[in-house]
């Protein structure tokens, strides 16, 4: 029998990982990337990845029963409690994978592993590389040993593919009924997933599209970023991962959680200023030179990410409008002694510098931006989606571990964790000829018509006046959906999103669409699906906040662990978190998809 495929789009820590290891089980390994292997959210992560390392290597008293409940709090009580078991514990192994795989820690003089600390962790847990260049590290790491298997013929790399659709092949029309707070649902065939449509950019010309067929795709895209207008995510931070899965008809969780850091730089691209440095001892100041933060949480500026980004915003609300807000990191250099920051912080230094910053000497001004989010594509523990033969890891997945509110330092170790065992589930299935086995073929064929999102109308007085471009969605976003929500704002953002999506809708055309028109597409697609979520949540919990609605959800049980069902052929047995079902609106969507 031939070796099964498998294509992997996306190469940060997911996608590179997962590559790597279902080549190391001889499966046929097809990874495609959008931009260069470098470009990702991964290379420029900046604090670290967590764990809690074995055999006396962890900070005197740290246990893994510790850094669980640090990601159950920072979760706000929306975590799935056993697939932060499964990150939590399983850590220490995949460290030692990618250390096989090249990547090294950073050390001490004692020349064990070094760890720091980092906001909302009760203790030193965090692995650095390079200093404050743990993402780049990991990832030119894992990408050299990509380049390596590929060299071997063990891996096919395909760069600068933009993936336009999944290649669907489709079965009897059921009932897709799910249940669960935040989770979006479809009225949908059964479903199974067989490859990819993808378009290859090329300096000699357009070869057109191209059907890559598989035995299954695994979805590692990275996030969504580029739907605000202040981000620390770069520019191919789209959200295409979760437009191409609900297209394609599968189920997505937890879109109103969008986290936004607190310390990005408020001048140039929001260059991220590492939460390890304020676990180092900088401090948050206004421009009177208050340290304002005890205001507004006991923690201060240690206090998780949601809270530190609000009371930002709050602080300026509060007769501050048009003042900035500055991380102060003076006193690190004077109690450690000169030279430490450059030592310690060595991207941070040369940035700022480079923007004419000394901050050494000098604060620096800063501003909450959009840095990840905790939705995404739903999956059970083993990265498996609603549809047969699709899988999801890293950002682009929903897997409950990071609840309303992701722990610092744990969506790299996610990436690593949820993306082997999303491997280790499709070798399973391969093993046991179940996999991907899908449905005959029907007639059912889905238009690219509107979406029709919490019965939102396409505001043609505004649409002709703010016509469609990612700079105007950046901007609408940014005053309606990020970290301050209200009803009224929410219902004005999803009126223009769906004028643009009329404004958006025209007959088929024979061209390829560039990748910068699919895209804005794509965000188009996921801020409507935001701005669904967040309108239907009418509680505020997390990075998710209504001014109109500052309660917390009503609990009914003390741990929460979402279920969702459904009577879906290809729906996995879900176990994410159990919660009341309080605002549940099933979305209706058709979908254009490919079918095979």
Same mark, same amino acid.
């Given at each position: ?7 992997? /789009?996306? %190469? ?18 097809t ?14 992560? =900046? ?15 740290? @246990?893994? !029963? *510790? ?24 850590a ?5 994978a990618?250390?096989h ?13 070094a ?7 009760? $203790?030193?847990r965090?692995?650095?590389a390079?200093? #404050? ?16 298997a ?5 891996v096919?790399?395909?760069?600068h ?14 009932e897709h ?8 649902e ?5 479903? %199974?997933?067989?490859? /990819?449509?993808?378009?290859? !950019?090329?300096?000699?010309? !357009? ?15 990275g ?15 789209? *959200? ?10 599968a ?11 607190? @310390?990005?730089l ?17 401090v ?9 933060m ?7 500026? &240690? ?5 530190? %980004? ?16 500055? &991380? #102060? ?8 002694? $000169? ?47 609603? &549809?047969?033969?699709?899988?999801a ?10 609840g ?6 744990n ?12 491997? #280790? ?14 449905? =005959? ?5 889905y ?12 505001? +043609? ?29 929410l ?22 669409? +560039?990748? !910068? ?10 801020? =409507? ?19 109109d ?9 003390t ?5 969702? +069902? %459904?009577s ?11 919660? @009341? ?13 490919e079918?095979?």
């Amino acid at each position: 029998m031939s070796a099964r495929h498998l294509v992997v /789009v996306g %190469s940060g820590v997911a996608g590179l990982y997962a590559t790597l290891l279902a080549a190391q089980a001889g499966v046929q390994v097809t990874l495609l990337t959008k931009g260069a292997l470098a470009q990702s959210n991964t290379h420029q992560a =900046q604090g670290g990845i967590c764990a809690v390392l074995p055999d006396g290597a962890a900070a005197p008293g740290d @246990t893994v !029963e *510790a850094h669980i409940a640090d990601t159950l709090k920072a979760g706000a009580g929306e975590c799935d409690p056993e697939a932060v078991r499964i990150l939590c514990t399983e850590a220490a192994g995949d460290i030692a994978a990618i250390e096989h795989f090249g990547v090294r820690f950073d050390r001490d003089a004692s020349g064990r592993r070094a760890l720091g600390l980092e906001g909302a962790h009760s $203790a030193a847990r965090i692995l650095h590389a390079g200093g #404050d260049a743990t993402g780049a590290a990991i990832a030119n790491g894992l990408i050299k040993a990509v380049r390596a298997a590929a060299a071997r013929g063990a891996v096919t790399l395909v760069e600068h593919a933009f993936v336009h659709d999944l290649l669907v092949l489709e079965g009897a029309a059921l009932e897709h009924s799910v249940l669960g707070r935040s989770v979006l649902e479809h009225s949908v065939l059964e479903r %199974s997933v067989k490859g /990819v449509r993808y378009h290859r !950019e090329l300096p000699q010309g !357009e070869p057109g599209m191209i059907d890559l067929r598989s035995d299954a795709v695994l979805l590692a895209t990275g996030g969504a970023g580029q739907l605000f207008a202040a981000t620390t995510n770069p520019a191919v931070a789209t *959200a295409d991962g979760v437009a191409l899965a609900w297209r394609a008809g599968a189920v997505v969780a937890d879109l109103e959680y969008f986290q936004f850091h607190p @310390t990005a730089l408020a001048v140039g691209e929001n260059f991220l200023i590492s939460e390890a440095v304020r676990g180092a001892g900088a401090v948050l100041r206004d421009a009177a030179g208050e340290a304002f933060m005890l205001r507004y949480h006991p923690d201060g500026d &240690l206090a998780p990410r949601d809270v530190v %980004s609000r009371s930002i915003a709050a602080h300026l609300r509060n007769g501050r409008d048009g003042q900035s807000v500055y &991380l #102060d990191a003076t006193g690190i250099e004077q109690a450690q002694g $000169a030279g430490y920051l450059s030592r310690r912080f060595p991207t941070i230094a040369a940035k700022t510098q480079a923007l004419g910053f000394d901050w050494t000497r000098e604060w620096l001004p800063i501003t909450p931006a959009a840095h990840y989010w905790m939705g995404g594509i739903a999956t059970n523990q083993d990265g498996e989606t609603s &549809l047969h033969g699709l899988y999801a890891a890293g950002e682009a997945a929903c897997t409950g571990v990071h609840g309303a509110n992701r722990l610092a330092s744990n969506s790299l170790l996610e990436g690593l964790v949820f993306g082997r065992r999303a491997v #280790d589930a499709f070798l399973r299935e391969m093993a046991a000829g179940t996999g991907n086995v899908g449905a =005959q073929s029907s007639h059912a064929q889905y238009s690219h018509a509107q979406m029709q999102l919490g019965g939102a109308t396409p505001l +043609s007085v505004h649409a002709d006046a703010l016509t469609f471009s990612k700079d105007t969605l950046q901007a609408l976003m940014s005053a309606h959906a990020g970290v301050f929500r209200d009803a009224q704002g929410l219902r004005h953002a999803a009126e223009v999103l769906a004028g643009w999506r009329a404004q958006r809708e025209m007959p088929a055309r024979t061209a390829v669409p +560039s990748r !910068e028109e699919a895209e804005a597409l794509n965000l188009l697609t996921v801020a =409507q699906l935001l701005v669904h979520a967040a309108l239907s949540r009418e509680n505020s919990v997390g990075a998710h906040f209504r001014a109109d609605f500052t309660d917390p959800p009503i609990r009914t049980r003390t741990a929460s662990s979402r279920t969702a +069902s %459904s009577s879906h052929a290809a729906a996995r047995d879900f176990q994410h978190r159990a919660a @009341t079902v309080s605002h549940m609106n099933p979305v209706k969507f058709q979908r254009e998809s490919e079918t095979v």
